[in-house]
């Protein structure tokens, strides 16, 4: 039986705040960048007052994560401008991800940067970053964290797996490698023209380790195992587990470099790029406390938050499918007890690029 890919642009995150709960795992990963930020905050240049320095936070999801390196930013710029001069953060999504929940989170988190500087403002926009989304040459920072992973679209279906990088169809693998090469240069294509000369980007998205490794292999495990389960339970057909493909994938430090090949790209040159392995905090605090049931369910919660609305618009009847809900608590439930049964530590690779535009 053969399915058919979605050729739609990835669905959400889970809603309702779900994804600012359980998202520990990217908000360790990013850590890293954060120095890396404030010191773009220092060299960028800025324009004069009164006009807003704008920074673009690109695939923002709730907001929660971004929380951190936008107060890095803040603190860096304060230290160079007149406290009255406008810092605009535009935070930027897919126009189906749950903006209720980032303005919620910007009122009331305690980590919220609008709790430090009266003169920032927030606002966001609900549009692919593979479009020009905001005004030519106005951005002075941006920031884009675990986000540009997301292809545009899923360029074909994954017959063996739900993640390209453990498909043994060298094909499928094939098309998705020129997916996701064509869609890191258009990415950068609509950046260059949004950064302001002397602007600076930084992205943080999910890599491959020098040896190859895409990583998160017993979460994936895991994941394609509960699908099966479910279509032997007659829960799911076959057709629709043949269906299913998370549309991500991770970047060698190679793939991350190519557009820059003649030293400029976009208008942008590399300041920094890097591969490294991301902290696994939650196979940390099993280390510390030997629970593991804690370890199964924060994977699949982080699993169900991340990825499962988007296997779930592969149902029969797409998001609307009234099993759609039981969908995410049983392919969680189903591979939270096949995490529990021997936890390991998951590798984590990321790829962290810093660019700027002069
Ligand atoms: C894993 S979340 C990352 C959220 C946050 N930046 C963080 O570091 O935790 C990925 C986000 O990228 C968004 N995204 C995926 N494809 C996108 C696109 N084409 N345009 C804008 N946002 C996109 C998703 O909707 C999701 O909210």
């Not at 920032?120 to 992973?149: D, H, K, M, N």
Request: proline share 6%; charged share 20%; net charge negative.
């Amino acid at each position: 039986m053969t399915g058919t890919a979605s050729s739609l642009a990835p669905a959400r995150m889970e809603g309702n705040g779900a994804y600012n709960r359980n998202s520990c795992v990217q908000e360790a990963g990013s850590a890293p960048a954060v120095p890396l930020f404030e010191q773009a905050a220092r060299l960028a240049v800025l324009p004069a007052p009164p006009q807003p320095i704008v920074i673009a936070d690109y695939g923002s999801s709730q907001g929660h994560n971004s929380f951190d390196p936008m107060a890095a930013a803040i603190r860096a710029l304060r230290e160079r401008t007149n406290p009255d001069q406008a810092i605009s953060i535009v935070h930027t999504d897919l126009p189906s991800s749950d903006f209720s929940a980032l303005f919620q989170a910007l009122a009331t988190d305690p980590q919220s940067y609008l709790r430090i500087d009266p003169t920032t403002f927030a606002s966001a926009v609900g549009r692919t970053f593979y479009e020009q989304i905001l005004p030519s040459a106005g951005v002075a920072l941006g920031w884009c964290s675990w986000a540009v992973q997301w292809l545009s679209r899923a360029p074909a279906p994954i017959l063996d797996q739900v993640q390209v990088a453990y498909s043994k169809d060298a094909a499928v693998r094939d098309q998705y490698s020129r997916q996701v090469a064509n869609d890191w240069r258009t990415f950068l294509h609509h950046r260059g023209r949004e950064l302001r000369l002397g602007g600076r980007l930084i992205i943080l998205t999910m890599a491959l380790t020098p040896d190859g490794d895409f990583g998160y292999r017993p979460i994936l495990e895991a994941m394609y195992a509960a699908l099966l389960q479910l279509v032997n339970e007659d829960f799911l057909s076959a057709a629709e587990v043949h269906r299913m493909a998370i549309p991500t994938v991770a970047r060698s430090l190679s793939d991350l470099e190519a557009p820059f090949s003649d030293g400029r790209f976009a208008d942008l040159a590399i300041d920094h790029a890097e591969v490294f392995l991301g902290q696994d905090l939650i196979w940390d605090a099993f280390e510390r406390n030997g629970d593991a049931r804690a370890f199964d369910a924060r994977w699949a919660a982080f699993s169900r938050a991340s990825v499962l609305p988007t296997l779930a618009r592969d149902l029969d009847r797409g998001g609307a499918d009234t099993r759609a809900g039981e969908f995410l608590d049983r392919v969680e439930a189903e591979m939270a007890a096949r995490l529990a049964a021997a936890p390991e530590k998951v590798v984590i690779p990321l790829g962290l690029v810093v660019l700027r535009k002069d």
